[in-house]
C-alpha cells in the first residue's frame, strides 16, 4: 500500500461524496456552472486537444516509433488476441454501447443539431454524429493515455500509475509529493467516473427488469441491485485479472456477438449492412471537417450537449480505462498496441452503432413506429428493451441484453477496483484480496450514497470538469513520449551492432557452436565459469577507475549473469547473459522435433539483442561488454 495515495484518497473522496449527498442541488449548481463555462469558453481547446491525440496516435503507429515494444525487446504479449480484444471492448466501450446504441441514434434522428428532425437526412446525420462520438476519436484518447504508461511503465521499469506519464517532465520528482498527487487526482476521477455510471446503470438494469416482470421501478430495489453487482465484482476481483475479469469479458464478448447478429438477421439484413457500410464512408469522408467543426457560424447548444461532453467524458474516464489497457498490453508492439487498441474495437463499436441505430431509425422512418421514438426521448434507459420488443424473439433478445448490462457493469466494477488498487498500491496488482476488495466496496457506496441522495449528476459534472485539467497533462506527456521514443531509437541505432567473433582460424569451433543444443545446466556452467569471472574482471577495472560496477548472478533455467556500471549523472548501464530456452528445429539440426536447448543471450536495459555468446572466451566477453558500454557512454554524451 502507498499510504501517501491511499489514505488521502479516501478521505477526498469521502468529503467529495458528503458535499454531494448533502447539498446535492448547490453541489450541482456550482459543478454544473462550471461545466457551462468550459463548454462556453473552452470548447475550441477540447476540440484541438483530441485532433492532436489522434494525430499524435497515427504518427507514432506509421513510423519507425512503432517498431518498438511496451516492454524488453525480448518480451512478448501476456494475453492472445482474443482475450486482449474481449478486455478492451468490456473496460473501454461495453456499457455504452447497450445504453446509447438505440437511444442516441434516435434521438440525433428526431433532434438533429441543424435541419428538420425525422427526415432521411436527418436519419443519415444521425449516423454520422453517432459514428463520430464513438469512433476513432474516443478509442485515441484511451489508447494515448495507455501508451504512455504502458511505455514508461514496461520499458522504463516505473510504476504502472499514473504519475509515470509525468516523468519526462518532472524527472525523479514522480517519486515524491507531487507523484501521489497526481495518483490521488487519477483515484478520485476514476472513483467518481465509475459511481456514477454504477449508479446510472442501474437504472437501465432495474427498467429492464420492469420491462420483463412486475418488479417496481425504487431506489430500494436500485440499491440491492448495485449490492449485487458488486458483490459479483468483489469475487471476481478477488480471482484475479486472468481468472475473473477476463473470463467475463470472453463471456460479455460472446453474448455481444449473438445479440448483434440477433439484431442484424431478425430486422432488415440487407438495408442495414448497406446503411451500416454507407454511414461508415461518410464518417471517414468527414472526418477532418467534423472533428474541427465548432458551428461557429450556426450556433447551436447541440454542441456543448453532445460532442464536448463526450470528449470530456472520455478524457475524465481514460485515466481508469488507460491504465487498464496498459495492464493487458505489454509485450506489444506500438504499432501492434494502435492498430489492435483502436482500430479492432472501433470497428466493432461502429458496427455495433450501425446496426442497432440503423435498425431503430429504419422502423421510425420507413415502417411507421413513431411511439418508440417517443418512448426513447423519454426513457433513454429503456430505450435498448423497447426497440428489441418490435424484433422477432423479443423476449429472448431483452433476456440476453439484460444479462449483458449487468456482466458489463461487473467488468467495469472489477476493472476499476483493480485500476483503484494499483494507483493506491505503487502501480501492483499482486495486492492482499482484503485490499483489492475495499476498492470494489467503495464504488458501491458511494454509488449508493448519492443515488439515494440524488447527488449522481454533481459528481457525474466534477468529473467531467477534471477533464481540463487532466488535459493540459496528458499534452505534456504526448510530448515527453515523443522525446523518449526518439532517444528510443536513437539508442536502438547505436547498439545495433555485430557482435564480437571467434580468433581467424577457429571455424571449426564456431560451427560447433552453432550446431550445438546445450541444456540449462551446460549455460549456467558457461555462466559460471567464464562469464561471471569476466564480468568480475572488467568490474574490478572499472572501480578501481573510481567507477561504480557490480556483478550479480542468478542460477536456474533462466539464471543470469549480470553487469550493472553506475556513472554519475547517467542512466545505469545494465549488461546481462541471459539463459534463455528455445525449441530446436529438427530439419536443420538433425535432433529430435521439438526439442528444448538453450543458450546464453547478450541482453541490455531495452532487452534481449538476440545473439549467442556461449563458447565465447572471458576476453571475448569483456570485449562485448566493454562495446556496448562505449556506445552507451557515446550516446548520454551526444545527447548532452
Known sequence: MDAWVFWPSLLLLAALVATAAFAPQASSDVFQQLQDAIIRYASWYYVLVVAVILLSIVILSVTRFGDIKLGPD???????LPSWFAMLFAAGMGIGLMFFGVAEPVM???????????????????????????GLHAWGIYAIVALVLAYFAFRHALPLTLRSAFYPLVGERIH???????????????????????????????????????IEVSSGVQVALICGIMVLAGISVALGLDTGIRRLSELNLLLALLLLGGVLFAGP???????????????????????????????????GGWTIFYWGWWLSWSPFVGLFIARISRGRTIREFVLGAMIVPCGFTLLWMGIFGNSAIELILHEGQAALGEGVLASQSQALFQFL??????????????????????TSADSGAMVL?????????????????????????????????????????????????????LLGGIWGLARALRLDVAQRDLHNVVPVVQEPGSWRGRLNALLAQPGDAEVNRFQRDIVAPAL??????LR??????????????????????????????????????HVSSSATVGQEADRVFHRAEVHLHQGGQDYDVMGWSREQIIHDALGHFERHQQFYRALH
Open 536 to 541: 568480475q574482471q572488467f568490474a574490478e577495472a
Open 544 to 581: 578501481e577507475r573510481g567507477v561504480g560496477a557490480r556483478v550479480d548472478a542468478a542460477t536456474g533455467e533462466r539464471g543470469r549473469v549480470g553487469l550493472t556500471i553506475a556513472v554519475a549523472g547517467e542512466p545505469e548501464f545494465r549488461y546481462e547473459v541471459v539463459c534463455r530456452p
Open 74 to 80: 525480448h518480451s512478448v504479449p501476456d494475453y492472445s
Open 176 to 214: 515524491g509529493p507531487f507523484g501521489a498527487a497526481v495518483d490521488v487526482f487519477a483515484i478520485l476521477c476514476t472513483s467518481c467516473g465509475i459511481a456514477t455510471s454504477l449508479g446510472y446503470g442501474v437504472l437501465q438494469i432495474n427498467g429492464g427488469l420492469a420491462y420483463l416482470t412486475d
Open 421 to 473: 488498487n494499483m494507483l493506491s498500491a505503487h502501480g501492483r496488482d499482486d495486492t492482499p484480496v482484503l485490499q483489492r476488495l475495499i476498492w470494489a466496496a467503495v464504488i458501491g457506496v458511494i454509488a449508493i450514497v448519492l443515488l439515494l441522495a440524488g447527488g449522481l449528476a454533481a459528481l457525474q459534472t466534477a468529473a467531467i470538469a477534471s477533464a481540463l485539467p487532466f488535459s493540459v497533462a
Open 108 to 134: 440525433h434522428f428526431l433532434q438533429p443539431p441543424l435541419g428538420e428532425g425525422g427526415t432521411v437526412a436527418a436519419a443519415r446525420q444521425a449516423m454520422q454524429l453517432t459514428f463520430f462520438h464513438w
Open 389 to 410: 420488443e418490435y424484433l422477432p424473439g423479443s423476449r429472448v433478445l431483452i433476456i440476453m441484453s439484460l444479462v449483458m448490462v449487468v456482466v458489463f457493469f461487473v
Open 269 to 303: 439484413t440487407v438495408t442495414l449492412l448497406q446503411s451500416s457500410i454507407q454511414s461508415l464512408g461518410v464518417y471517414v469522408g468527414d472526418l477532418v471537417a467534423k472533428t474541427f467543426n465548432l458551428y461557429a457560424y450556426e450556433p447551436t447548444d447541440w454542441l
